[in-house]
Each structure stands twice: as structure tokens, then as C-alpha cells.
């Protein structure tokens, strides 16, 4: 069992920068592909970024590909989502999710592939 919990979320302006941190707990966290999802008010919840359990293979979803970044350092048990040029569109409760894999290269999109969740943090950007 691995518990996440995000950090990093706020305020920004149309074009900022954020960052968000997911820590996770437990000692097994590089067999754990990682991913981030977000979900806006009234809409469903929309993949974003995933990586591979050593951080060699990445996936994102097309409108952030470009200006957002995901990445892990294994040694800290946390994945980063470094997000830049950020837009009004971006504003949604961020998660982080985790599923056990063993080492693999593998990515996953859905949500149903994930079995761990954080609680989320608000991203919100003003135009």
C-alpha cells in the first residue's frame, strides 16, 4: 500500500509557473509508474502526464505537451509536475496516481489503470 499526498498548488497568472510535488510513503516506490490527472468544475477527470518507474518513458496529454514536465527522483519517494506557460484552461484540482509494475518501461493514460490517489491540489490561473 502506498499513500500520495500533493503539495504545490495556488494562485498563478495566465503564463506562470508552478510545481507540484507528489510524496509518496512506503520503501518500493521505483516499482510504481506515477501519473497526474486533473479535474475541473463540472468536467471529468482528464488525464495529464504519466511516467515509467525509472523515469526513462513519458507520456502527456497533447494541450500540456510542451509546458509541462513530469519527473521523479526515486531516492525522495516524490514525482514532480512542473508546469510552465501555464493558461485559464489548466485550472483544476491536480492528483498524482500510482500503480505497481515492478521495473518497466510501461506508461499508463487511464484512470483505472492507477490503484493509489492523492487528495489533490487546486491549481487555479487568472487571465
Known amino acids: 500500500q502506498v499513500q500520495l499526498v500533493e503539495s504545490g498548488g495556488g494562485l498563478v497568472q495566465s503564463g506562470g509557473s508552478l510545481r507540484l510535488s507528489c510524496a509518496a510513503s512506503?520503501?518500493?516506490?521505483?516499482?510504481?509508474?506515477m501519473g497526474w490527472f486533473r479535474q475541473a468544475p463540472g468536467k471529468e477527470r482528464e488525464f495529464v502526464a504519466t511516467?515509467?518507474?525509472?523515469?526513462?518513458?513519458?507520456y502527456y496529454l497533447d494541450s500540456v505537451n510542451g509546458r509541462f514536465t513530469i519527473s521523479r527522483d526515486n531516492a525522495k519517494n516524490t514525482v514532480y509536475l512542473q508546469m510552465n506557460n501555464l493558461k485559464p484552461e489548466d485550472t483544476a484540482v491536480y492528483y498524482c496516481?500510482?500503480?505497481?509494475?515492478?521495473?518497466?518501461?510501461?506508461?499508463?493514460?487511464?484512470?483505472?489503470?492507477?490503484?493509489?490517489w492523492g487528495q489533490g491540489t487546486q491549481v487555479t490561473v487568472s487571465s
Open positions: 512506503g520503501r518500493t516506490f521505483s516499482t510504481y509508474a
Open positions: 496516481a500510482a500503480v505497481e509494475v515492478g521495473y518497466s518501461r510501461a506508461v499508463y493514460v487511464r484512470g483505472y489503470e492507477y490503484d493509489y
Open positions: 511516467i515509467s518507474t525509472s523515469g526513462g518513458n513519458t
